[in-house]
């Protein structure tokens, strides 16, 4: 084989590769996704509260901001964004990505929703 030949072989390979990895990494680097919101029977700063108050329960780094809370997992993360509907009611919306299983960022909504709405646990005296 010519000399000529063999590089425009190998430059063929060398493009064909790096189109098969462009077109396969950003499939794989794309984390699953999922939201919910819930009418909650307290202000923003009452959603604010419950959000702190759960991700101190699940042990996880933190973020805050001025109306929202985000949390991170070795595998994903979530944000709670706390927005004021009325006077004494707030709207939790919710995101939570995974980076392998929409089933489990969509189990994690509901079980964030779930808690955000039953409020301050009750102290047993």
Do not use: K
């Not at 098969?20 to 499939?27: D, K, Q, R, S």
């Not at 009325?86 to 919710?94: I, P």
Request: net charge negative; charged share 20%; with cysteine.
């Amino acid at each position: 084989m010519n000399r000529h030949l063999l590089h425009r072989h190998l430059g063929a390979i060398a493009l064909t590769s790096l189109s098969l990895v462009a077109l396969t990494l950003p499939a794989i680097a794309r984390p699953e996704i999922a939201s919910g919101d819930q009418l909650l029977e307290t202000n923003v700063e009452g959603c604010l509260s419950r959000a702190d108050r759960l991700i101190d329960d699940l042990g996880v780094e933190s973020d805050q901001g001025s109306i929202d809370r985000t949390g991170y997992f070795e595998d994903g993360s979530f944000r709670v964004l706390c927005y004021g509907a009325g006077d004494a009611n707030s709207l939790a919306v919710v995101f939570a990505t995974h980076d392998q299983s929409a089933e489990i960022a969509s189990n994690f909504i509901q079980m964030m929703l779930s808690e955000l709405s039953q409020g301050e646990p009750v102290s047993q005296q």
